[in-house]
Each structure stands twice: as C-alpha cells, then as structure tokens.
C-alpha cells in the first residue's frame, strides 16, 4: 500500500515534521510505502489560480498542481499532519486541498452536482496545538475542525476517514519523554491501522 504524508509546518525541527518521520517509519515497517510531501520543504504555492475555478472557461490545473495529482495517483491513503492555528488548518494545508484536491482529481462534474473521484482512499489526520488536548475537547474546537474538514473533505471526495489523533500542550520546553512518547503513538498508530493481514478492509467502504 502507498501512504502520501502531507506535512504543513514551516519548521523542519518541529513536532508536525517529527510526526511526518515517524508514521513513516511505523507505515514502512509495516511493509507499506510511505511518500512525504513537505508543503514548506516544497515551497508548495497555496494561492489558486483564476484558471484553476472550476468555473472558469480557460479552466486548467497549473502545471506544479498536475505533477502532484501525478505522484499522487496511485495512493491508496491521505495522512495530513499540521498543528492548528486560531483552531484551523495551516493556509498551507487548506490551499493544497483548493488546488491539487479540487476539479479533477478530488471530484469531477455530475449532472447536478459533484461526483466523488477518491472512493476506496482512506484518510488520517494527526494535529497539534499548544492549547491543552482536553481543551479542545470540552469546548468543540476539534469535533467542530473534524466537521468542517475531515468529514466535508471526506464526503466531497469519497474518502473514508479512518483515524485523527490530537496532540495537545505542544510547547517549547516540553520534556523529551513526553514527546518521545507521542511520537511512539504516531508510529504505533500507523503499524496498528494497517499492520494487519488485511489492511485496506476498512477503506474500501
């Protein structure tokens, strides 16, 4: 099975791009490929494009965004890792989204509506904050973030949404115990969803 990671932290050191490596290295042991995509690594351009609205009568996906669809083509699950900032998605996160999972690739044009492209492709999400874990529990903020993205982006795209795990309290200063032990959870996560005999099961839904 082939993974993409989605990494949006523009800190190469930071506990996103430590998460990135270490779901890595639990989805390759488990005997699956992993492909990391460092949005800031890449310098990836968040900004759509007039001609990339599917709207639009020049309509046409610019070049990076066609090369992303390309690598992208044959992977079975999505895993996005990005802290969250005013309780949202990075801008990085959310323009990788608008461009590559947009027209074409993500969904294409139905009679009506929209038709999902991605049916089969599972979806895993790991998130960070500096507010307390249980903070974002008791006051929505992740139910609400889960909502408002896991599940639209899921249904617009026919995506499964298989896993999201938070992380919160991620400060500077956190003791080197305590993050190696969430970093252990990272890769135990990914050897627990598909180290099993048969572990796209739950994707193809």
Same mark, same amino acid.
């Given at each position: 099975?082939?993974?993409?990671?989605?990494?949006? %932290?523009?800190?190469?050191? @930071?506990?996103?791009?430590?998460?990135?490596?270490?779901?890595?290295?639990?989805?390759?042991?488990?005997? %699956?490929?992993?492909?990391?995509?460092?949005?800031?690594?890449?310098?990836?351009?968040?900004?759509?494009?007039?001609?990339?609205?599917?709207?639009?009568?020049? *309509?046409?996906?610019?070049?990076?965004?066609?090369?992303?669809?390309?690598?992208?083509?044959?992977?079975? !699950?999505?895993? *996005?890792?990005?802290?969250?900032? *005013?309780?949202?998605?990075?801008?990085?996160?959310?323009?990788?989204?608008?461009?590559?999972?947009?027209?074409? *690739?993500?969904? #294409?044009?139905?009679?009506?509506? @929209?038709?999902?492209?991605?049916?089969?492709?599972?979806?895993?999400?790991?998130?960070?904050?500096?507010?307390?874990?249980?903070?974002?529990?008791?006051? #929505?903020?992740?139910?609400?973030?889960? #909502?408002?993205?896991?599940?639209?982006?899921?249904?617009?795209?026919?995506?499964? !949404?298989?896993? %999201?795990? %938070?992380?919160?309290?991620?400060?500077? #200063?956190?003791?080197?115990?305590?993050?190696?032990?969430?970093?252990?959870?990272?890769?135990?996560?990914?050897?627990?969803?598909?180290?099993?005999?048969?572990?796209?099961?739950?994707?193809?839904?």
């Amino acid at each position: 099975m082939r993974q993409a990671i989605i990494v949006s %932290h523009p800190n190469p050191r @930071s506990f996103n791009a430590a998460m990135a490596r270490a779901y890595g290295e639990g989805l390759q042991a488990a005997g %699956h490929e992993a492909v990391t995509r460092d949005l800031y690594g890449l310098d990836f351009d968040p900004r759509l494009r007039a001609r990339e609205l599917p709207w639009s009568e020049d *309509f046409a996906p610019g070049p990076d965004v066609v090369a992303e669809r390309a690598l992208l083509k044959e992977v079975s !699950v999505f895993v *996005f890792i990005y802290a969250l900032w *005013f309780n949202t998605p990075p801008a990085m996160t959310k323009g990788y989204i608008e461009r590559v999972f947009g027209m074409g *690739f993500g969904y #294409g044009r139905a009679s009506a509506t @929209s038709e999902p492209l991605l049916r089969g492709r599972g979806l895993v999400s790991f998130t960070s904050s500096g507010a307390p874990g249980e903070w974002t529990k008791e006051t #929505g903020a992740l139910d609400r973030l889960r #909502g408002a993205f896991d599940d639209y982006l899921a249904e617009i795209c026919g995506l499964t !949404v298989i896993e %999201h795990r %938070h992380f919160g309290g991620i400060v500077p #200063g956190l003791r080197p115990d305590a993050v190696r032990g969430m970093l252990d959870e990272v890769r135990g996560t990914a050897t627990r969803l598909f180290g099993g005999p048969d572990p796209a099961r739950d994707i193809a839904t």
